[in-house]
């Protein structure tokens, strides 16, 4: 049986991959990688030209985009609610999520939080191409996740069913 070692990269549109290779660069400090542009798609042999961009998101981790200038312009699911689909990324610790807002508002990128999740917090904010992006320190203890981990199995199986938040969690938000 085969198991995943690591995710290569994941990979989302941008309107302009220059303006986001600059972007990424000057707002959350990541190396551009590099760059793949074709003609045609590989996978379909289809005539569409593209540019493939990968930036460093740290660890071994990549983040990559698609530039597709033959595309009709993007837009969003209209069905599904602005803060849901969202690229989160983690940095060290309070401090470094601090200076990341400190840093983006500085560039003029609207920010919003930090956000307490119970075992993590956040701040966020949206890319040139309206991606929502998460960036996200964790504070979790070792007695919260298996806390966690042990009701996972029973709030699935609630939630299949009654399509209502369990509140075997709860206790996360109230702290």
Known sequence: MFTIEKIHHVAYRCDDAKTTVEWYKKNLNMEFMLAIAENEVPSTKEPDPYMHIFLNAGNGNVLAFFELPNSPP???????????????????????????????????????GIVAHGIFKSIYFFDPSGHRIELTYREETQEKMNKLKKVAPLMIDEWSKTKRAPNHADWLHKQ
């Open 74 to 112: 993007m837009q969003k699911d209209p069905n599904t609610p602005e803060w849901v689909q969202h690229i989160a990324l983690e940095v060290k610790d309070k401090s470094a999520l601090q200076e990341a807002k400190n840093h983006l508002e500085s560039n003029d990128v609207d920010v919003l």
